[in-house]
């Protein structure tokens, strides 16, 4: 069943920190606070576009939820509870931070139908949490992650890519504690650098340096892996695309790309092609069918991929659009030798092939 999204966007109300990083109004694209009369029309506006059989979810983003005064919460969430009342909605998901959950928080969350809950960690290393002026420590994210799963509402874990002090290899381990968290889902975001905010000072100073695209591609790719394997959902990848989430408009500097996850599941299937190229030695075409929908992915992005194997290798690389399941590959070594192989084969390949 197709699910889809109703967002309603709450942009920092509530919230108790200015993080470095954060501009919510560039972020969301919104600049004022929303009614619950103005809920009520958004949902029902979107309602008539959505197919009968799809599996509908009121979203509430942009800020920390749980920190907006109570009254207005409740009023917020009475309106989406009628819609799950109604049989129209099947869910109600918010984004909060992890000092902003308590157990008498999550009982009147459920009082309202409320059932999922995404914390935005960001981190789970003590510094990068410091210089990122988070407001909240390690050990408050593991706390909230169990209440919110106690309760029965699903977990969900946001993080982020090069944040001040960051690395590749917190960024893997901050993955590793997320997987023992085992939330329903996550969300990872390269840290870009938004105006108006303590990031951009610190960039204008010379005491901060964003991740390139090319280096954050190659930490993602691996964070990926490591939930894929682990049968965690990730839920997106990258910022979506705005008026304002956009470089030289609300974005100042950073990884940026419209596709940034379409350009890392590129770089993923490179890397295992490459694998076969150098296990089978001597190669003079690969031949992948696959689904229409991941041929953008294999030829890569500007056809980076059929490049680096011609460049590299003297390769020529074929796709052929077959009607295949998206999870599904037939790759095709000079015409002989045929492999048929599964994505959730392809990623666990990867995951020694990362060493992780």
């Keep these: 069943m197709k699910k889809r999204i109703i967002p309603i966007f709450v942009p920092h109300r509530g919230c108790p920190h200015d993080c470095i990083f954060c501009n919510q109004k560039k972020i969301t694209g919104v600049s004022t606070d929303v009614t619950s009369e103005e809920a009520r029309n958004i949902i ?5 576009t959505i197919p009968k059989d799809a599996n509908v979810e009121i979203a509430f983003f942009g800020g920390s939820f749980t920190a907006i005064d109570e009254k207005t919460q409740n009023e917020l969430l009475s309106v989406a509870k009628e819609y799950v009342d109604k049989g129209l909605v099947s869910d109600i998901r918010m984004s909060t931070r992890p000092d902003c959950i308590s157990i008498d928080i999550l009982n009147r969350l459920k009082e309202y139908k409320s059932s999922i809950i995404e914390l935005g960690v960001q981190s789970l290393d003590a510094k990068v949490l410091h210089d990122s002026a988070r407001g909240h420590d390690i050990e408050s994210v593991i706390n909230s992650a169990h209440l919110i799963k ?3 509402i699903k977990l969900g874990l946001q993080m982020m890519v090069g944040l001040p002090s960051d690395t590749e290899e917190k960024c893997i381990e901050t993955a590793k504690k997320f997987i023992e968290l085992d939330p329903h889902c996550v969300r990872i975001y390269p840290t870009l650098v938004v105006k108006d905010t303590g990031l951009e000072t610190l960039l204008n100073r010379g005491e901060y340096t964003p991740f390139t695209l090319k280096e954050s591609i190659q930490i993602v790719k691996k964070l990926l892996v490591l939930f894929y394997v682990n049968n965690i959902n990730v839920i997106r990848v990258g910022l979506q695309a705005t008026e304002d989430i956009q470089l030289g408009k609300g974005i100042v500097d950073g990884p940026y790309h419209p596709a940034f996850r379409e350009l890392v599941e590129g ?13 089978n030695k001597t190669v003079s075409q690969i031949e992948i069918k696959t689904n229409n929908k991941n041929i953008s992915k294999v030829v890569g992005n500007k056809r980076s991929n ?8 003297n390769i020529n690389m ?9 999870d599904e590959f037939i790759i095709v070594l000079d015409n002989n030798k045929e492999i048929n192989i599964k994505s959730e084969d392809m990623y666990k390949e990867l995951f020694n092939i990362y060493s992780l």
Excluded: A, R
């Excluded at 029902?44 to 008539?48: F, G, Q």
């Excluded at 059929?306 to 290798?313: L, R």
């Excluded at 074929?318 to 998206?326: A, D």
């Design 44 to 48: 029902e506006e979107y309602l008539p």
């Design 150 to 152: 106690d309760s029965g």
């Design 267 to 279: 770089e993923m299937i490179k890397d295992y092609l490459h694998y076969l190229v150098i296990q």
């Design 306 to 313: 059929k490049v680096f194997f011609k460049d590299n290798f």
């Design 318 to 326: 074929k796709t052929t659009p077959i009607n295949l399941s998206e």
